[in-house]
Structure formats: C-alpha cells, structure tokens
C-alpha cells in the first residue's frame, strides 16, 4: 500500500498571501488530521476530519482552515500568511477517528512551509 | 482530560548504552499508549503502541516500552543504542472517552560515538 502522500513537499510564499496544501491518505482510511511543527511550540494538532466532517478543533486562528472530500483527501488551507506560520504541516491518517481507538495514524513526509 | 509529559527534551547515550526515554500519561480510564519516532525532515512514524493486550510492548528496530498502571507510565527502551537512533521521540496517548490523541512534546535523542 501506498503511504500518505502530501504535496508539495516545499512551499515559499510572502505574508499576506494564501496557501493550500494536499493529503492523500492510505487508501481505506477514512480520518485525516493535520498538525503544525515548529521548533519553538512542537507539535500542534490543527484539526481532524473523518468521513467529510470536522471532528475536532485545535487552537488555531481562523485563517487556518481544512476540508476533505469523499474520497477522503483533505486539502488544508491558511490565508492571510504570518511570518509565523512558517512550519513543517503534517498530515496522518488512520483507519478510524483517533481518540475513542487504539487506531494509530499514519504520517506523511510534511509540507516545509516558508513566510517571508 | 488525557495528557502526556516526556522528562527530557533531549538525552545523549552513548553508542552501545541503554537507551531510556521517559513517558508519564494522564487519564481517567484505561488509556491507549503510542511511541512514534522522527528522523530529520520526515514524518512520524510508529514505534509500538499499547492497547492493554500485554503490558510489554515490543516495537520495531529493537524499542519495547513497559506499561505500568500504578506509576502511569509507558517509558521507551533499548537494550543498546545505535547511531541510526537518533532522531525525535514523541509518546501519545489516547483513550474511548476523549475524542482526540494527545502528543507529547517530544524528546531528541542524541547518540556519541
């Protein structure tokens, strides 16, 4: 089986613009989370979505914000850049929702997200 | 509420030591217990996981972890390290009341020669 593909793997973009990035999960896994590393705060859970919808929330602005579709690929999107939101984006999915399981997720390689 | 705390952000072995990383959890029911391991600019991946089925758990590349209730812990081993070893462990843990998985903050790994 293929492992969970994110794209793309670099990404430079200036403050006050948008991005968008993609996660293809393990064919059969219906839960996708996403996570924010930086050096400084580690690793930050952004959100979940299992079967299309939104389970779980992390402490993040606004402007960050996911979708997934019935093929469950998610696509997280941030507007508006900050300096800050430079970070490696993971995305790990699973066979179930995590939480409530002993389901494990399974990550991608990450997004090397770049504000300048 | 889960939480999970990993004593030592970074600790330094040397090549053929035990390897020791230390992971105390919190929750209210019995929990589920992850060890993942990152190496530089990749992604997570597991290392063992417990779901209650033997309190030792043997992981790949030689890693095993100890369930203890009554310490609430789940500290990662090895016998020996290896220079190939180096890299960020992260403990997580996860149980049928809360609805998310819970990340330590991860502990880096440093191995002499």
């Known amino acids: 089986k293929a492992g969970v593909t994110q794209t793309p793997r670099y990404l430079i973009k200036t403050r006050g613009q948008q991005v968008t990035l993609s996660c293809s999960p393990i064919s059969g896994h219906r839960s996708v989370s996403w996570y924010q590393q930086t050096p400084g705060q580690g690793l930050q859970f952004l959100f979940e979505y299992f079967s299309e919808t939104q389970r779980n929330k992390g402490n993040f602005p606004g402007r960050f914000s996911g979708r997934q579709f019935s093929n469950s690929r998610s696509e997280m999107n941030v507007s508006t850049l900050e300096l800050g939101d430079s970070a490696l984006y993971l995305c790990?999915?699973?066979?179930?929702?995590?939480?409530?399981?002993?389901?494990?997720?399974?990550f991608g390689p990450g997004t090397r997200l770049t504000v300048t | 509420a889960q939480s999970v705390t990993q004593l030592g952000s970074h600790v330094s072995v040397s090549e053929g030591a035990l390897v020791l990383l230390r992971c105390n959890y919190s929750?209210?029911?019995?929990?589920?217990l992850f060890w993942y391991v990152q190496y530089p600019n990749q992604g997570l991946q597991l290392l063992l996981k417990y779901t209650s089925a033997a309190t030792l758990v043997k992981g790949i590349n030689g890693f095993e972890a100890e369930f203890k209730k009554s310490e609430t812990s789940f500290h990662l081993t090895k016998p020996s390290a290896h220079m190939s070893d180096a890299a960020e462990y992260f403990c997580?843990?996860?149980?049928?009341?809360?609805?998310?998985?819970?990340f330590g903050k991860g502990t880096r790994l440093h191995i002499l020669p």
């Open positions: 929750s209210s029911v019995p929990p589920y």
């Open positions: 790990a999915s699973s066979l179930g929702p995590s939480g409530r399981s002993s389901y494990e997720q399974y």
């Open positions: 997580a843990v996860s149980d049928d009341r809360d609805d998310k998985i819970i």
